[in-house]
């Protein structure tokens, strides 16, 4: 499995961002999906996931109401639309499958695209 994320960027308080997972293989409609991100000097958290039928969704409490996490598998694509974006959500964001749900883990993930959110 190869994952390619994009779509990150500089954005201002309040703004928006949609992130973009591209996935390979033939078996992505059958992975768990996830997101996860790493501050500067911290650990890397779990940030929302999605099952593979995509009717099911779990977020960090941190962004519950703000970050939506969709998935397309007809295009291999897993997206994270952010709004309401604050200064904390700046990190590293990455794609990954999800090898646990219960408590999120990931095994392939993808390189990470930057986030920052300025004051």
């Known amino acids: 499995v190869q994952l ?12 928006s961002l949609r992130l973009s997972c591209a996935a390979s ?8 999906m996830g ?6 000097g911290k650990k890397r958290e779990f940030v ?8 099911v969704t779990r977020y960090a409490d941190s962004v519950k109401g703000r970050f939506t996490v969709t998935r397309d598998n007809a295009k291999n694509m897993v997206h994270l639309q952010m709004n309401s974006l604050k200064p904390e959500d700046t990190a ?8 646990d749900w219960s408590s999120p883990r990931g095994d392939y993930w993808g390189q990470g695209t930057q986030v920052t959110v300025s004051s």
């Open 4 to 15: 390619q994320a994009s779509g990150g960027g500089l954005v201002q308080a309040g703004g």
């Open 25 to 32: 293989g033939r078996s992505f409609s059958e992975y768990n």
């Open 35 to 40: 997101w996860f991100r790493q501050a500067t």
């Open 48 to 55: 929302a996931g999605i099952l593979w039928t995509g009717g």
């Open 92 to 99: 590293v964001y990455y794609c990954a499958r999800l090898t």
